[in-house]
């Protein structure tokens, strides 16, 4: 069995079965006429033989045609001023000291640029290199170089804190120093140590009778020394004023 629009067979054997099957279908109904084409030859020469068909070949796809993209433009290129050839005489700097400011409202009467276009730029040989350096110091590097600024002082180091002593005649065990001139702190025992100008070791009969116990009079710690005293000036005496001498009275001379 052969359709039109078959365009594949395949076949198999089961035991003494041999099995067909086609695509795609064409025995449906009312399609013969168009399914099952008139034969081209006679029958007479049909017999025992097989006509293949071959099938038109299917088109190949037309490709779809991609865009072309257009071409980005090339930027416009900023115009570059051009420095005459005229030499002009260099700009005396500025003095140290002074202000040195670019004037930020500046701009060249040729190519309309502000100070700091010109700061790539040689700002001589032009008409206007005058103006140009007097309002563009800074982009024109004729400043002068910066007034260095004073070291200032180092900052002393804080005094270190003074050590707390014992006022005089109280416990210094702790401290071991006395705050009063000439004093130093005794030991008595293990319990008391007291800051006195002076101690001899053994019972002191001042101390209330319930405290008299032996004193050890070890000095613990340093001493506190005695201050001097100031020296002080004498007064200077005032010197006498002279005395001036009497004036002698004149005597009379003697009557003849």
Same mark, same amino acid.
């Given at each position: 069995?052969?359709?039109?629009?078959?365009v594949r067979l395949?076949?198999g054997i089961?035991?003494?079965?041999?099995v067909?099957?086609?695509a795609?279908?064409?025995?449906?109904?009312?399609?013969f006429?168009?399914?099952?084409?008139?034969p081209?030859?006679?029958?007479?020469?049909?017999?025992?033989?097989? $006509?293949?068909?071959?099938?038109?070949?299917?088109?190949?796809p037309t490709p779809?045609?991609?865009?072309?993209?257009?071409?980005?433009?090339?930027?416009?290129?900023?115009? &570059?001023?051009t420095?005459?050839?005229v030499?002009?005489?260099a700009?005396?700097?500025?003095p140290?000291?002074?202000a040195?400011?670019?004037d930020?409202q500046?701009?060249?009467?040729?190519?309309?640029?502000s100070c700091?276009k010109?700061?790539?730029y040689?700002? &001589?040989?032009?008409?206007?290199s005058t103006?140009l $350096?007097?309002?563009?110091p800074v982009s024109c590097n004729?400043c002068?170089?910066p007034?260095?600024?004073?070291t200032?002082?180092?900052?002393?180091a804080p005094?270190p804190?003074?050590?707390?002593?014992?006022?005089?005649f109280q416990?210094?065990?702790?401290t071991?120093c006395?705050?009063d001139?000439?004093?130093k702190?005794f030991?008595?025992d293990?319990w008391?140590a007291?800051?006195l100008?002076?101690?001899?070791?053994g $019972?002191?009969a001042?101390e209330?009778?319930?405290y008299q116990?032996?004193w050890s009079?070890?000095?613990l710690?340093a001493?506190?020394?005695?201050t &001097?005293p100031a020296l002080?000036a004498?007064?200077?005496?005032?010197?006498p004023?002279p &005395?001036p001498a009497?004036?002698?009275?004149?005597?009379?001379?003697?009557t003849?």
């Open positions: 069995v052969v359709w039109k629009d078959s395949g076949c089961n035991g003494q079965l041999l067909c099957q086609y795609s279908p064409g025995n449906y109904d009312g399609m006429s168009y399914q099952v084409l008139p081209t030859v006679p029958e007479s020469q049909c017999s025992g033989k097989l $006509i293949a068909t071959t099938p038109a070949p299917t088109p190949a779809t045609p991609k865009p072309t993209p257009k071409p980005t433009p090339a930027p416009t290129p900023t115009p &570059t001023p420095p005459s050839s030499p002009t005489p700009p005396r700097p500025t140290a000291g002074s040195c400011n670019d930020a500046y701009r060249d009467p040729t190519y309309g640029d700091s010109w700061k790539s040689r700002c &001589t040989g032009y008409s206007f103006a $350096i007097a309002a563009c004729v002068s170089a007034v260095p600024s004073p200032p002082a180092p900052t002393p005094a804190p003074q050590q707390q002593c014992t006022a005089k416990d210094c065990r702790s071991k006395c705050n001139p000439g004093y702190c030991q008595k293990e008391w007291g800051c100008q002076s101690c001899t070791p $019972i002191h001042e209330p009778a319930e116990t032996p009079c070890k000095v710690g001493s506190t020394p005695a &001097t002080v004498p007064t200077p005496v005032p010197t004023a &005395t009497p004036t002698p009275m004149p005597t009379p001379a003697p003849p």
